[in-house]
């Protein structure tokens, strides 16, 4: 069955660094993959959205790659702020969402 | 335009008991989908409602059960209710339930099973 994976369970980086978050999957080759933000007691809100014909998608200071070959998504926010803290979550998108697990972002000041 | 809404916020039960949630779709939105979050986990896929009928389904037992009415609001079911039951409980609309669509999640409603 198709797995997908965050390799790290929490993250913390100082802010106005570079927070980088991974995200593997096996056993599947997604024509779509997601990014969706999570904080503590609400449900999990879209942030992007990558094609597996696209290398790099932007939208203000975040940016996510795709390789294909890696089965790999990199998932990156720029000059890093406290209000950026939550959980982000990589999901494979069929029908329906194939979330992984979640990476939680801890920003100090 | 209103957001997706789901009620109760919160429920407890016992086990062997039965459980309605209820979700209220995002107005334009013609597909429902539902998912399970335990605790530290990532959400898990349960089921989906594309016009009323089931459009996919996850790796849950038929004690799971759902239903999409005509204003394409959507009611979870689960009876026989395990101590495993207790998670978070999300409910997703969305225009078409494709993989390029974005999903709009509702605050979740928390099960407790005693």
């Known amino acids: 069955s198709q797995k997908i994976e965050q390799n790290s369970e929490a993250l913390n980086i100082q802010e106005g660094k570079t927070a980088t978050l991974t995200c593997n999957y096996t056993n599947y080759s997604p024509a779509y993959l997601q990014w969706y933000r999570q904080d503590p007691g609400r449900g999990p809100v879209f942030l992007l959205l990558i094609r597996e014909n696209e290398k790099e998608k932007r939208k203000e200071r975040l940016k996510v790659t795709f390789d294909t070959t890696l089965k790999q998504s990199l998932f990156h926010i720029t000059a890093s702020q406290p209000a950026d803290s939550a959980t982000y979550l990589c999901?494979?998108?069929?029908?329906?969402?194939?979330f992984g697990k979640g990476t939680t972002l801890s920003v100090s000041s | 335009e209103t957001g997706v809404t789901q009620s109760p916020t919160h429920l407890i039960k016992t086990r062997g008991q039965q459980v309605t949630l209820r979700c209220s779709s995002q107005s334009g939105h013609n597909t429902v989908s539902w998912y399970q979050q335990a605790l530290g986990q990532g959400p898990q896929f349960i089921f989906q409602?594309?016009?009323?009928?089931?459009?996919g389904r996850g790796n849950f037992p038929p004690r799971f059960s759902g239903l999409q009415f005509p204003n394409y609001s959507s009611e979870l079911n689960v009876n026989a209710l395990e101590l495993d039951d207790s998670a978070l409980y999300l409910c997703?609309?969305?225009?078409?339930?494709?993989?390029?669509?974005?999903?709009?999640f509702g605050p979740g409603t928390r099960l407790t099973v005693l």
């Open positions: 409602y594309y016009r009323e009928e089931e459009n």
């Open positions: 997703a609309s969305s225009l078409e339930g494709t993989g390029t669509d974005t999903q709009y």
């Open positions: 999901a494979l998108a069929r029908t329906a969402l194939i």
